[in-house]
C-alpha cells in the first residue's frame, strides 16, 4: 500500500505532536514552539489484532542476565582525555550515544576530532560530516596536530547511506557531524526537520545498540540554549553533554545534562588554544590568576562541582545611582538570590541599598548555584560599599537565611583542604561545621567560625 502524506504540528520542546496549530503546546505550556511538519503515513503492520498466519515470525533475541559481561575494561573505552572522562564517569561505554551540543564556536568539532586521535590507536574510527568537506577535516586535523591512520572521514548526509557504511565497516567509533545536517528520503521534510532529526537519531540508535559500537552526534542549539529539534531527541540518547563558556573568554565547561552510566554533577574544564583544547587539571588556580590584590569588593568562595571543589572569585561594585530605581545587574549568580541577600544585609545587619547600583560578577565564566557561596557575595557587598578591601588570604564559606543567620555547608572539610592546597590561610565558615571538624587535619589555615552575618561582616569592617 502506497504511503500517504500528512501535515502535523510537533513542539520543538517537549515533542508533542497536534493535528493542528496550537499557540501554546497543551503538553509542556510553552508558546510559539510547535512547528509544522510534514511526516509519511505508513499502511499498519500485521501485528495484534491480525491472524498468526499474517503476523511474520520475531527476529528479536534476549540473552540470559547472568551471561552478559560487566567489566569495565569491556564495556568502557578510556579516551585518555581525564576531563573528558570525568564527565562521561570514566570513559565511553560500547553501545552508547552520546550527544554534544554547545554555542557556535564553542569547540564541539574540534573536541570529537581530537577525541578521535586520541582512542584511534588499535581501532578505527568513522568521522561523518555533513557540514565540512573531508578536505576542510584535513586542515582541522592537520592544525590540531593529528595524524593518526585509524581515522576515516566522509561528507554525507543520507542517514541510510551511513548506516549501511557502519554496518559494512564495523569501525571502534563514529562520530556524526550534525544531527541537523541529516535526512533520510523515506521522508519528504527537510534536512533539520523535527522528523528528520527524529527519525535520523533513531536509526544512529538503533545500529549503536545491535552491533555495540559507540556513537556521539553533535546537536546545535537554539537561542535558548537548547539542544535545536525535538525534546525526544535528548531522551532516547544515553548521554547529553554540553560545552558552556563565554566565547570572549577561552575556558570551556563540559558539562553532562543526562548520562545514564555515571554522575551528572561532575564537569571537565578546558582551555581553547590554537592547538585545540587543553585540560586544565587545576581550575582554582586558573580562576584565581589575576586576582587584584587590595582592592575591596572582591571575596573568595568555594564550590563543588561533583567532586571537585573549585575556587571562585567573587566581585561585587556598588556605586550611587544616577536613575530613579537603582540597576542591579549579574553575571554569574541569579538577580532573585542577590536581591534576597541585599534585603538581608539592609534589615540584619543595617547597610542600606536603595540608591545604589549594585553589580555582580563571578570571574571565568562559571555559574554560581550553591548557597554556600552567600556569605563571600555578602562580604564582597559590603567591602564594595565600605571601600574596604576582604584580606586576600582568606575565603568565605557559608549559606545566609533570611535571619541573617549561617547555616552549615556541605563537604566543608573537602573545600578547606582546596583552599589550604591553594595558599588561603584564614576561613570564615559556619560556627556548627566547626563541631565536626578535627582541627588538626587543617595547621596551615585558621578556621574563624560565625553564627551571624553580621559577625562576618564585623571581621572585615573592623
Known sequence: MKEKLKTIYVCTNCGEETPRWLGRCPSCGEWNTLVE?????????AGLGHSTAQRAPSRAVASPLEEISTSEQQSRIVTGMHELDRVLGGGIVLGSVVLLGGEPGAGKSTMLLQLCGAIAQGRQILYISGEESCRQIKL????????EAGINVGAESNIDEICALIEQDRPGFVVIDSIQTMYTPALSSAPGSVSQVKECATRLLGVAKTLEI???????VNKDGAIAGPKVMEHIVDTVLYI??????????LRAAKNRYGSTNEIGMFDMTSEGLVAIENPSEMLLEGRPIGVSGNCVGCIIEGSRPIMADIQALATK????????????????RINLLLAVLEKRVGFA??????????VGGLELDETTCDLPLCLALVSSLLDIPVADSLIAIGEVGLGGEVRSATSLDVRLKEAQRVGFTQAIVPQHNLRSLNMADYPDIELIGVRYLKEAVALISG
Open 37 to 45: 511538519d510534514v511526516v509519511a503515513v505508513k499502511p499498519p503492520a
Open 140 to 147: 582541522r586535523s592537520a592544525r590540531l596536530g593529528i595524524h
Open 214 to 220: 559507540p556513537i556521539c552526534i553533535v546537536g546545535h
Open 244 to 253: 558552556e563558556g563565554d566565547r570572549t573568554l577561552p575556558y570551556r565547561i
Open 321 to 336: 545611582t544616577g536613575f530613579g530605581n537603582p540597576r542591579r545587574a549579574a553575571q554569574g549568580i541569579d538577580i532573585a
Open 353 to 362: 541599598w536603595g540608591a545604589l547600583d549594585v553589580y555582580v560578577n563571578v
